[in-house]
């Protein structure tokens, strides 16, 4: 069971597109999920809270307008990269949590190429 | 911020050797867990610990939990080529809202 299911698992594209990346919870639903960002050989980074129905909390230094998240149902959270740019490329990971309890349960990533 | 700090941050062991990673953090905690994660791939929980166990058990891995000292320790014994990946420790601090905190990371090579 808690089985996080993430789409795309690869996208390639040019610079100046916006990108969306789905994160879903199969089998339990998720008032909260979160989205990590990681760079080759380092660990992740937490950039935003998905809080379904609400706005997401993003953390310091993140910005809301270039990373937007909607979490419209209890399974679904959606990570949109807008404008996006080289230094955008990234692994994007999601995680959730059933009934906001530990542990996490995380997909299987992103990989993100702007080219 | 990083909280979690693991060492070494690069194991090679021979398969069927123990290996053994450390981790050490700041502040007070709910729990800690550890977490593997293969290569290009997204995090698999292994075992969680909370604040006021010592020590938990699943098959072949052990991790410690010195809240005293602030760090905890993965054991995992005879390692398999299959065990190699990236480990991570991720502290669950308190009053966080389950916002985990991850560490660097350690890179575990297992030589078949």
């Known amino acids: 069971g808690a089985v996080v299911s993430q789409h795309p698992s690869r996208v390639i594209c040019k610079s100046g597109t916006s990108v969306k990346i789905e994160c879903r919870s199969l089998?339990?639903?998720?008032?909260?999920m979160f989205w990590y960002r990681q760079f080759p050989k380092k660990s992740l980074m937490l950039m935003a809270t998905?809080?379904?129905?609400?706005?997401?909390?993003?953390e310091q230094g993140v910005e809301k307008d270039k990373f937007l998240i909607n979490h419209a149902s209890l399974t679904l959270s959606t990570l949109t990269v807008t404008s996006a740019h080289p230094e955008d490329s990234s692994f994007y990971i999601c995680?959730?949590?059933?009934?906001?309890?530990?542990?996490?349960?995380f997909g299987d990533g992103t990989r993100l190429s702007i080219l | 911020s990083q909280q979690g700090e693991e060492d070494p941050q690069a194991l090679s062991i021979q398969e069927g050797e123990n290996a053994t990673m450390n981790c050490s953090y700041k502040t007070s905690i709910n729990n800690l867990q550890w977490y593997r994660q293969n290569s290009g791939r997204g995090l698999v929980h292994l075992i969680l610990?909370?604040?006021?166990?010592r020590e938990k058990h699943s098959g072949r891995l052990r991790v410690t939990l010195d809240t005293s000292k602030k760090s905890s320790s993965l054991l995992i014994t005879a390692s398999r080529a299959a065990d190699t990946a990236s480990y991570f420790c991720?502290?669950?601090?308190?009053?966080?809202?389950?916002?985990?905190?991850f560490g660097k990371g350690i890179t575990l090579s297992v030589r078949p």
């Open positions: 998905s809080n379904e129905g609400s706005k997401a909390t993003y």
């Open positions: 089998d339990f639903q998720a008032t909260t």
């Open positions: 991720a502290t669950d601090p308190t009053g966080a809202n389950s916002k985990l905190t």
């Open positions: 995680s959730a949590a059933p009934g906001g309890h530990q542990p996490q349960h």
């Open positions: 610990i909370r604040s006021n166990e």
